[in-house]
């Protein structure tokens, strides 16, 4: 079963424009994390935030997390065509042991137009 | 410096037949974790591999099961394929426990279609 939901579930901006996604998720949390997927193929690390962090920047990615509402927003400024993917938060739940898998959410697809 | 690399890319079976997926990590990377991600959907976690042993095993049946070898490599196995095992199946690497702590370096998959 999915642990988070990202909102909304697709997304169409023009280049230039900021995009925001969100993230909702169950239980408690080591950390989360922002991967992002071109079409259909391998998942690309973008971001990594831990539970006792609130923000986090990273070029023009910015991650905000609120664990009390347990949620998370991905922002991208200025956002290019190549931007154009689906965006995944994952997050690293429990102690240690099982902090080794990631829960992933369903996704929200990003479309960026020229 | 290669990345994650998984063969074969594309993969058609028949139903009840057995596959093998093959992965290797990234340079430096001793710890390997597969996922099965249907379409339109997020990345299920099947399994983890560490020095050669299964460390953590997600919600899946024992029809998938794996294996890691000492230069860190790792296969996944999957008998008696059914439809619903049609999917891209990822294979993840990281350093040790840096997964958990800093991500993880994922290959481009293998796309297994079961008819």
């Known amino acids: 079963s999915q642990q988070g939901e990202e909102d909304p579930q697709a997304l169409s901006i023009q280049e230039g424009e900021n995009a925001t996604m969100n993230c909702s998720y169950k239980?408690?949390?080591?950390?989360l994390q922002w991967y992002r997927q071109n079409s259909g193929r391998g998942l690309v690390h973008l971001i990594l935030i831990r539970s006792n962090e609130r923000e986090k920047h990273s070029g023009r990615l910015r991650v905000t997390l609120d664990t009390s509402k347990k949620s998370s927003s991905l922002l991208i400024t200025a956002s290019r065509a190549a931007d154009t993917a689906s965006y995944f938060c994952a997050t690293g739940i429990g102690v240690s042991g099982s902090a080794r898998q990631l829960t992933f959410g369903s996704g929200t697809q990003l479309t960026v137009l020229p | 410096d290669a990345g994650v690399t998984q063969s074969p890319t594309h993969l058609i079976k028949t139903r009840g037949q057995q596959v093998t997926l093959r992965c290797s990590p990234k340079?430096?990377?001793?710890?390997v974790s597969w996922y099965q991600q249907a379409l339109g959907q997020g990345p299920q976690f099947i399994f983890q591999?560490?020095?050669?042993?299964?460390?953590q095993r997600g919600n899946f049946p024992d029809r998938f099961s794996g294996h890691q070898f000492p230069n860190y490599s790792s296969e996944l196995n999957v008998n008696a394929l059914l439809l619903g095992d049609s999917a891209l199946y990822l294979c993840a690497s990281s350093p040790g426990t840096g997964g958990r702590d800093y991500g993880y370096t994922f290959g481009s998959g293998t796309r297994l279609t079961v008819v």
């Open positions: 239980t408690s949390i080591n950390n």
């Open positions: 340079s430096g990377h001793d710890t």
């Open positions: 591999y560490y020095e050669e042993e299964e460390r």
